[in-house]
């Protein structure tokens, strides 16, 4: 009885102000917020701000919410997140609606970067597919899942271009190329919202981290960014604008400064550049606890930071609660204005508004879904699929690949039984024990036809002190009892009865993601010598490398017969490998993040800008911009894969050679499979501008096509270009195409030699 009394303020309040039909247009929406908002006092305002976490699931900070039960009731909770399934969504969304004063439901929220249960490829693997029909459809399969286990705020895409694969966190986002990457930020917000919030098995999407945290200095994870403006505009920025255009739901600010103020605090970012000039018109989240983080930037005490934070334009606080525990003194002393608060208030409610939550706030708590939403057949087929075209083959001697289903085998590797290291980095909601390893994928897909002999021959790392620290979230370095020598051993002994070795090696998943960065990216010593080992038998030898970031991998490239880039591909990782490796899918994934030859060549990517002393080929000449070292060129470039069959390029042909503001050019080129296999390829088309007001890239991808050529079979893949596309931002940031003249190349990766030009007028 005390319960119901306490219960029936709250949903008589609440249904007084129930939307009529939500989703009716802005002045609904501004009429109901504008209702909602007469009855709040300030304190429940600034409870809107709140982000916490419970606690419980994997936290990416020290700190965690405390108490939440009682803010909820108190009203001092916007959104949770860290809480999963509809039962336990629902019983927190009861203590919200029926507990607090107004009843107002909150957001749950969740990292859902790489597919909800059914994990798909590490986002830095699914760029690789360069197929955004695909992408889309995973982002997709995980609102799906993500919504039937009652989350509908996904903290994703991670947009973040980075050419520095010392940052672990490289394995998070696309690559270093921004029109890749904005082709990849719509698809994954397409694949989210699905452009209609009110579905049930859609979701609010968050573009982060803004800004430019792909590009901390060294490659340490949290480091100081520092970069001219021109280009944020011309070569970071692109991707979250993109997510902007595509109507993303929210943005999340990064843990970074940006051009001397952090990016939570940072006006001219959150405001001037994000909504006035971008028209965003969602709300702002922080990362974790990053409003509290400006105190160690020096930017001052909690309440400081927090009011900077909101007057910059951050509207809701992620887990630091500054917000909560210093706006109303702020408000008192006159440092925030009721305006301020109302504004991130308003912003907060127009997303619950918006995903329907008025209507029904506990419309994505449903008991039934998870069984049939979740892990279905159908979302594994997609996660297989999508698993094997991302996989990059970057050398493949007297097509040593595929190998036949028949004879003897050696699979050798840390990561060839390891199931553990499956899912990727960041994959918080899946389960490794999902997860099929290489061994499984092997059996799978060869059954008895193939005579397989496993050995590990040799552990991830051999460093305890190492191990220790990627072992945080759970085992992912084990080290064998065995000594070194015995394992490597085994792994000869079993290579000496094959007929070709597949040695799996590469990175454990927590070597790379977030505060995983290194400065040596080359295979740890014990897995090298195993490679080398291996090599030395003479046999026939594939390497498998495993990782969520760019490798220094020279040597295992000089040493190997073929070559397969796998990063960490999900749940059906070893299903899918074995496709590949037995030809049942060729592979078509090609590179979107350069392979450095050494660390010393970081931060490295394709679209460099000339110097006034460009080098002269590979070779060192004095006085130009070379090394002594090493070549400028990277060991595997921006676009680059293998098939197993071969691609050829003729004919490109442009439809005008003069371009004027107001119509288009159209760019063709026809593309023979000339090998034995059919096959996709992505056609790559690189611009550049030969003469501007800046220094521009030698080239730049301005468009690519993946398609199907049946062997033998020929096809045009043809372009359109406008003026649109060349434009850039100038000095003064303002933003179009200058006539002159450009030439085009098309081809199979960057170094696309095929060329042709043509002039804007
Ligand atoms: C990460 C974000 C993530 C957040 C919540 C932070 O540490 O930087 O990407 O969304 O934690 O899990």
Redesign the pocket.
Same mark, same amino acid.
């Given at each position: 009885m005390k319960k119901l009394i306490f219960i029936l303020p709250a949903l008589l309040l609440l249904m007084s102000c129930q939307p009529k039909e939500s989703g009716s247009g802005k002045s609904d929406m501004d009429a109901f917020v504008n209702d909602l908002m007469s009855k709040m006092t300030i304190q429940e305002k600034i409870g809107q701000l709140n982000l916490v976490?419970p606690g419980g699931g994997?936290?990416?900070?020290s700190v965690v919410s405390t108490d939440v039960e009682s803010k909820i009731k108190n009203g001092q909770v916007g959104g949770i997140?860290?809480v999963y399934g509809p039962e336990k969504t629902r019983q927190a969304q009861k203590l919200a609606v029926e507990e607090s004063r107004l009843g107002i439901p909150m957001l749950f929220?969740?990292?859902v970067?790489h597919g909800y249960k059914t994990t798909f490829p590490l986002p830095l693997g699914l760029a690789s597919s360069w197929d955004m029909e695909l992408i889309e459809k995973t982002a997709q399969i995980a609102a799906k899942e993500a919504t039937a286990d009652g989350i509908f705020w996904n /903290?994703?895409p991670?947009v973040d271009i980075s050419r520095d694969p010392r940052w672990g966190?490289i394995s998070?986002g696309s690559g270093e190329d921004p029109y890749l990457g904005s082709q990849i930020a719509r698809a994954m917000v397409k694949g989210y919202q699905q452009d209609d919030l009110t579905r049930s098995n859609t979701m609010m999407s968050?573009v982060?981290?803004f800004a430019l945290?792909g590009a901390s200095e060294a490659g340490r994870d949290y480091n100081t960014v520092d970069m001219s403006r021109l280009r944020m505009f011309n070569d970071y920025f692109p991707p979250y604008k993109a997510a902007v255009d595509e109507g993303v739901g929210c943005v999340?600010s990064? /843990?970074n400064d940006v051009d001397g103020v952090p990016a939570s605090g940072n006006k001219w970012l959150l405001t001037d550049v994000l909504r006035n000039q971008w028209g965003f018109d969602g709300f702002v989240v922080s990362?974790?606890?990053?409003v509290n983080e400006m105190i160690a930037h020096g930017m001052g005490d909690l309440q400081a930071v927090s009011a900077l934070a909101l007057k910059a334009g951050l509207d809701m606080d992620?887990?630091g609660e500054g917000f909560l525990t210093t706006l109303e003194k702020s408000l008192e002393e006159g440092k925030v204005s009721e305006a301020d608060i109302n504004l991130a208030c308003r912003r907060v409610l127009e997303a619950k508004y918006k995903l329907g939550l008025f209507d029904d706030p506990y419309r994505y708590f449903d008991d039934a879904r998870p069984a049939k939403d979740i892990l279905t057949a159908e979302n594994r087929k997609v996660a297989r699929e999508a698993a094997a075209r991302t996989m990059v083959l970057l050398k493949n001697e007297e097509q040593l690949l595929p190998l036949k289903k028949s004879g003897t085998i050696a699979l050798v590797g840390p990561l060839v039984d390891s199931r553990n290291n499956m899912l990727g980095t960041?994959a918080?909601t899946g389960e490794t024990r999902y997860a099929v390893t290489v061994k499984e994928g092997f059996e799978n897909v060869v059954g008895e036809s193939v005579n397989v002999l496993y050995a590990r021959g040799a552990n991830i790392s051999d460093d305890p002190e190492f191990a220790a620290k990627i072992n945080v979230f759970g085992p992912k370095i084990e080290i064998d009892e065995r000594s070194p020598e015995a394992m490597i051993n085994e792994a000869l002994a079993a290579a000496k009865k094959a007929d070709v070795v597949v040695a799996v090696v590469g990175e454990a998943t927590e070597m790379t993601g977030?505060?995983s960065s290194l400065t040596d990216i080359s295979l740890p010593e014990c897995q090298k010598k195993l490679v080398r080992a291996l090599a030395k038998t003479g046999k026939p030898l594939v390497v498998v490398n495993m990782s969520g970031r760019p490798m220094t991998i020279g040597e295992e490239n000089e040493l190997a017969d073929a070559l397969l880039q796998v990063w960490h591909a999900g749940v059906e990782t070893g299903n899918a490998l074995a496709d590949v490796i037995f030809g049942d899918y060729n592979p078509s994934g090609k590179l979107t993040a350069t392979f450095p030859r050494n660390v010393g060549q970081i931060p490295i990517y394709y679209a460099l800008r000339n110097t006034g002393r460009p080098q002269d080929g590979e070779q060192f000449t004095k006085f130009k911009s070379n090394y002594l070292d090493v070549s400028n060129t990277p060991l595997f470039p921006f676009g680059y894969g293998l098939s197993y069959t071969r691609f050829e390029y003729k004919e490109l042909v442009l439809d005008k050679s003069t371009l004027t503001n107001t119509d288009e050019i159209k760019v063709s080129v026809s593309v023979t499979n000339t090998g034995n296999f059919d096959g996709e390829e992505v056609v790559q088309l690189y611009v550049r501008d030969e003469v501007a007001s800046i220094t521009l890239p030698l080239r730049e991808l301005k468009g690519f096509q993946k398609v199907f050529i049946p062997k033998g079979d020929t096809k045009e893949v043809v372009f359109t270009l406008r003026a649109g596309d060349l434009a850039f931002y100038h000095s003064d940031l303002s933003f179009s195409a200058e006539p002159g003249e450009f030439t085009v190349f098309v081809g199979g990766d960057s170094n696309a030699s095929l060329s042709a030009k043509f002039s804007l007028e």
């Open positions: 976490t994997i936290l990416t900070g997140f860290g929220g969740s990292d970067i /903290f994703s991670m966190r998070e968050t982060k981290h945290y999340m990064s /843990f990362d974790y606890t990053s992620m887990v960041w918080p977030e505060s």
